[in-house]
Every structure is written in structure tokens, then in C-alpha cells.
């Protein structure tokens, strides 16, 4: 069993800057990415960012270019978020994704239970 844990949400001004956390763990033979999505009372659920493991390559959705950042530590099977220059619009509950196996041939795709990220003066 996988577990995935974020943590680092909270309430900031606009135009301040969070840190977001998610670590994974528990049987992973291997990680394909790690990802953040974002959902918004009444919005679907939309992609943040993610870190493809093998290729050690990003993305990120066209809102959030260029303000946020992401990163990972491998040891620890974590990722981090660095959200800089919040808009009220980045409020949402955040939430990590993993994929990838947990054996050679069991894929894996877990969620985190989300973390509150509220920007507001």
C-alpha cells in the first residue's frame, strides 16, 4: 500500500509565496511522476505541475507558468511545490498524484487526501 501526504497549505496574501510538500510512501518499485492538481469549489479538478522521474523533466499548466516551481528530493520519493506571485485565483484544495508500479507489472496511481491553499487579503 502506497500513501501519499501533502502538506504546507494555508492562507496568504496575494502576491505572497507558499511551499507545498508531498511525500510518498510504502511499495514503489518505480515512479512514472509525481503531480500536482488543483480543484476549486464548483471548477474541475486541473493540472498544476508534475515531475517525470526518469527523464528528471517538468511541465506545468499555462496558468501557473512562470510562478510556480517544481522540484523533488529521489531519496525520499517527494515532491515540492514553490507557488510564488499568488493570485486569489490559485485558491483551491491541492492535490498529489503518483504514478507509477508497485511491482514489476502492478501499476500504481494514488491521491493524496489535498491540502488548502487560500490566497486572500
Known amino acids: 500500500q502506497v500513501q501519499v501526504v501533502e502538506s504546507g497549505g494555508g492562507l496568504v496574501q496575494p502576491g505572497g509565496s507558499l511551499r507545498l510538500s508531498c511525500a510518498a510512501s510504502g511499495n514503489i518499485f518505480n515512479i512514472v511522476h509525481m503531480a500536482w492538481f488543483r480543484q476549486a469549489p464548483g471548477k474541475d479538478r486541473e493540472f498544476v505541475a508534475r515531475f517525470l522521474w526518469s527523464a528528471v523533466s517538468v511541465d506545468y499548466g499555462d496558468s501557473v507558468k512562470g510562478r510556480f516551481t517544481i522540484s523533488r528530493d529521489d531519496a525520499k520519493s517527494t515532491v515540492y511545490l514553490q507557488m510564488n506571485d499568488l493570485k486569489p485565483e490559485d485558491t483551491a484544495v491541492y492535490y498529489c498524484?503518483?504514478?507509477?508500479?508497485?511491482?514489476?507489472?502492478?501499476?500504481?496511481?494514488?491521491w493524496g487526501q489535498g491540502t488548502q491553499v487560500t490566497v486572500s487579503s
Open positions: 498524484n503518483i504514478r507509477g508500479y508497485i511491482t514489476r507489472f502492478e501499476s500504481l496511481d494514488s
